[in-house]
């Protein structure tokens, strides 16, 4: 139980395009899901903390309009990174709360980004 | 604010050794602390947690670490590592309490010598 699952697990696209990264909570329901971001060899960071039904809260130095996050249902919350730039090639990873561990995160696979 | 602090981004051991990955928090907050387990391009699995319960906490996978609050240290160990145990270890405390999101440490990376 408590798996989550992210779509693409990888993608590689042209600097300017959007991307649009998928996380489901494939047996339990997620009020609340994270977005975090980890470069090469570093840490995980807090991007954005998604709950369903509301707009999602950015953490400090993140790009709102640049990082779209919808959470419309209470198993999948998406990021959407808007006019990619090389720079914004990362792993994101995307965490789940379960409404019956409500102390623990389940993390997804990630997803590899990589902008041309 | 809570932040975490892993000494040494790199540790060695020889397999059948012990592991002790090092980690150091900072809260104001009464914290729950983490450890997880990245392999290379993967997500992140939960080895064990801290939740103000039992101060020494058994994870999977033979890990166990120690919470001393006199100490501000939340410690990972394993009596002996396995080839299979090399890996990237992050330490991590909750940003408030109870179901927040979490402050991650810079990571351990754990090699296992033959």
Redesign the interface.
């Known amino acids: 139980g408590a798996v ?1 699952s ?1 779509h693409p697990s990888w993608v590689i696209c042209k600097s300017g395009t959007s991307v649009k990264i998928e996380c489901r909570s494939l047996d339990f329901q997620a009020t ?1 899901m ?1 977005w975090y971001r980890q470069f090469p060899k ?5 991007m954005a ?1 998604s709950n369903e039904g509301s707009k999602a809260t950015y953490e400090q130095g993140v790009e709102k309009d640049k990082f779209l996050i919808n959470h419309a249902s209470l198993t999948l919350s998406t990021l959407t990174v808007t006019s990619a730039h090389p720079e914004d090639s990362s ?1 994101y ?1 995307c ?1 789940a ?1 379960s409404g019956a561990t ?4 389940f ?4 997803t ?1 980004l990589t902008v041309l | 604010a809570q932040s975490v602090t892993q000494l040494g981004s790199h540790v060695s051991v020889s397999e059948g050794a012990l592991v002790l990955l090092r980690c150091n928090y900072s809260s104001s907050v009464p914290p729950y602390l983490f450890w997880y387990v990245q392999y290379p391009n993967q997500g992140l699995q939960l080895l064990l947690k801290y939740t103000s319960a039992a101060t020494l906490v058994k994870g999977i996978n033979g890990f166990e670490a120690e919470f001393k609050k006199s100490e501000t240290s939340f410690h990972l160990t394993k009596p002996s590592a396995h080839m299979s145990d090399a890996a990237e270890y992050f330490c991590a405390v909750t940003k408030g309490s109870g179901n927040t999101p979490l402050v991650f440490g810079k990571g351990t990376r754990l090699s296992v010598i033959a």
């Not at chain 1, 570093?42 to 807090?46: R, V």
């Not at chain 1, 409500?102 to 995160?105: H, I």
């Not at chain 1, 993390?107 to 990630?110: K, N, R």
């Open positions: 989550v992210q609340t994270f570093q840490s995980l960071m807090l903390t792993f990873i965490s709360l409500g102390d623990e995160q993390f997804g696979p990630g590899r």
